[in-house]
């Protein structure tokens, strides 16, 4: 099996256009073209995880965070990002990110998170705009269902729970075709009035492409008349953090009891308590001060998330608990995501999560 078979599936779960600006997700080092010997799943792509990778006779680290988010004037092997990749280089092991398009997915890292700490109703916290596009086409009646199949096929038509929505309204195209025109009705150099149905249909950016090639290759004109445009509405599936409801409220210690003993807690930094019960709860793995407004705007009465600065706990406004439980520990159970998704869709594929904790933070006790 070839690394690009494992990277295509990797990214119809989190495509690379939904990472942020700043990240750099993607085939980091190697070929896609390289038969895979093996998979090996880690938060960071470090020297180390490089040589656990050869010495099991791996070619592929699926790593959480990109090794090089700038770019690299000079590789001498000075710094721990320089040592990572003239290792993977010289034992042939690609490096493949994928970082802020699985934070944007409602079923990546706050998803797992979410289920550690047994979150129900959940929804984003801060859902993206323009990721949501919509098609106009223009059908003869008696092929509009295969069409309108063929593009519910290739992902359009997806609101919320809801699949195959398309508007449908009756009309009357007109055209005339010229000399060299293999028309599927009319004649040509004859205005031609033909009945149509106009179909609209909502579909994710990403699926632009593919959404296209369906209705091309189901619809039975010649040339296909559509329009695509960009939409401002909120694509609810995606976005930053999570939000949801524990199942029953409990004090605020117990809630801080609750994230020591999932996610292995020594120690939780966090804001006065406020003596209110927590219920619902608001989550962003990795470095998520960006969304604590989005948090009590929100209504939660707790955030969790990581790398809050002493002025940023302030923003809490004495509103909410506002909980910094650490970048890796927030993330750690990405690893556990990525190797079941992986495993479950390659079955007889190795995966290996990684026995390297790369977390470069330690706490003195």
């Known amino acids: 099996m070839q690394i690009s078979e494992i990277t295509r599936f990797l990214e119809t779960l989190a495509p690379p256009s939904l990472q942020e600006n700043f990240d750099n997700a993607g085939l980091i080092t190697g070929s896609l073209a390289w038969e895979c010997t093996g998979c090996i799943i880690s938060l960071d792509a470090t020297e180390e995880v490089i040589l656990e990778a050869k010495e099991k006779g791996y070619n592929l680290v699926v790593a959480h965070h990109p090794i090089i988010f700038n770019g690299l004037k000079k590789i001498t092997g000075k710094t721990y990002v320089e040592k990572a990749i003239i290792a993977s ?3 042939d092991i690609a490096i493949y990110a994928i970082h802020t398009n699985l934070d944007n997915i409602i079923g990546g890292v706050n998803g797992k998170i979410a289920e550690r700490l047994g979150l129900i109703n959940c929804h984003i916290l801060q859902p993206k705009k323009d990721v949501v596009k919509k098609l106009y086409t223009f059908v003869p009646v008696a092929h509009a269902e295969t069409v309108r199949s063929a593009i519910f096929l290739a992902g359009g038509g997806h609101i919320g729970n809801y699949s195959e929505c398309s508007f449908n309204a009756p009309g009357t195209g007109t055209f005339k075709a010229s000399g060299g025109a293999i028309p599927f009705v009319g004649e040509i150099d004859k205005r031609h009035e033909e009945g149509e149905l106009k179909i609209e249909v909502i579909f994710p950016a990403w699926l632009e492409m593919s959404v296209i090639t369906a209705l091309k290759e189901s619809h039975p004109y010649e040339v296909v008349a559509f329009d695509i445009v960009s939409l401002e509405n909120q694509h609810l599936g995606i976005g930053s953090g999570m939000i949801g409801d524990l199942p029953e409220a409990v004090s605020e210690p117990e809630f801080l009891n609750l994230l020591q003993e999932q996610f292995g807690l020594q120690v939780i930094r966090h804001t006065p308590f406020l003596q209110k019960k927590v219920h619902k709860v608001a989550i962003c793995g990795g470095a998520g001060s960006f969304l604590i407004k989005a948090a009590l705007a929100s209504g939660a009465d707790a955030y969790v998330t990581g ?3 002493y002025h940023e706990f302030f923003n809490a406004e004495n509103r909410m608990l506002l909980a910094d ?16 998704l992986l495993s479950q869709k390659f079955p007889t594929f190795a995966v290996l999560k990684t026995g390297v904790k790369t977390n470069p933070v330690e706490y003195f006790k």
């Open 89 to 91: 280089i010289k034992h």
């Open 307 to 309: 790398d809050v600065k």
């Open 325 to 340: 439980i650490g970048h890796w520990e927030s993330e750690q159970f990405t690893i556990d995501l990525l190797a079941d």
